[in-house]
């Protein structure tokens, strides 16, 4: 299977190149901003591209000519799309126009990263088919772009995840997990939100279940989440505690101390609908740092 991953140096597109070589397949993939220090392998073709530009979008995908397209590239920053609606509408927006476009003409299937974000829920349980309705710009992009995606004339799996974490490049944006191992180091306290809730995925966890659907033929909206739905301050303590820091470093705030542009909602994905699926697991928050210590050991306090 020939895939190409459009924001293949970020975060998820980058841990997903990995895992789609290691299984055989042929990768091509798109960079914008985030500017790979390293090739991740010689057999994986990367492009600068900016989805803003239709034709650069169009030539780079029909010239690959894959078999699917997984579009990752986005304008992910929550506070910074409130304060530049209109570049977040160019890139999440327009973007995906570009990408939905030109997959039409080649028919490529196309896998859409969206988020939690699209849902205004403050703790509730919500499935794949709860009604979307975005507190915050940047969620409201989010709706267009799935639109765009889901009404469009191809098979396609729109993948809705939340707080993705794992080891992350020096080029990438930090994850929560390593923001606050990097404060626990300094050893000063620091406040974390009590009000902000999330059910984190495990990146490797959220790839290969993306992986296996793929492979499985399967369509649809599926949320790639973690099981858990832990709150901010909750899952600092837990991630100072794993590697090996004094939780008491935390100090517990609310969000309302703090000036901040956007709101953000508390969504509670489930994601029974993968599990029952693909008969697969995604991993909670102990395991998942129970993992990230098993690969960088020397990550732990004392180590």
Same mark, same amino acid.
């Given at each position: ?31 914008? !901003?985030? %500017?790979?220090? #390293?090739?991740?392998? =010689? ?9 803003? +530009?239709? /034709? *650069? ?51 490529? !299937?196309? %896998?859409?990263? #969206?988020?939690?974000? =699209? ?9 794949? +088919?709860? /009604? *979307? ?71 490797? +966890? ?98």
């Amino acid at each position: 299977m020939h895939v190409l991953v459009t924001g293949g140096s970020g975060l998820i597109g980058w841990d997903l190149i990995r895992r789609l070589l290691s299984d055989g397949h042929e990768v091509t993939y798109t960079y914008h !901003t985030n %500017v790979p220090l #390293s090739r991740i392998n =010689v057999n994986a073709k990367p492009f600068r591209v900016d989805i803003r +530009d239709e /034709q *650069r979008v169009t030539e780079v995908i029909s010239r690959s000519d894959p078999e699917v397209v997984v579009h990752a590239a986005a304008m992910t920053d929550v506070d910074e799309c409130e304060r530049t609606p209109a570049k977040a509408e160019e890139v999440n927006v327009k973007g995906t126009r570009n990408v939905v476009k030109a997959c039409e003409e080649i028919g490529a !299937t196309v %896998v859409f990263f #969206s988020t939690s974000f =699209v849902f205004d829920s403050d703790g509730d349980r919500v499935t794949e +088919d709860s /009604q *979307r309705r975005a507190v915050n710009y940047y969620g409201r992009t989010k709706i267009k772009a799935e639109d765009l995606v889901s009404n469009a004339p191809f098979d396609s799996i729109i993948c809705r995840i939340d707080q993705p974490y794992c080891w992350s490049e020096m080029w990438q944006t930090p994850t929560f997990v390593t923001w606050v191992l990097d404060r626990c180091v300094d050893g000063t306290p620091f406040p974390v939100f009590s009000d902000w809730h999330n059910t984190p995925v495990y990146v490797p +966890d959220c790839n290969d279940a993306l992986i296996a659907l793929l492979e499985a033929g399967k369509t649809g909206v599926f949320h790639l989440s973690g099981p858990d739905y832990v709150s901010r301050d909750e899952w600092a303590k837990e991630i100072a505690w794993m590697f090996g820091y004094d939780p008491g470093l935390i100090e517990t705030s609310s969000s309302s101390d703090a000036d901040l542009p956007a709101a953000r909602p508390s969504v509670n994905l489930q994601n029974k609908a993968i599990c029952q699926t693909l008969d697969v697991s995604l991993r909670g928050v102990f395991s998942g740092l129970k993992r990230m210590v098993e690969r960088r050991p020397s990550a732990v306090k004392g180590r």
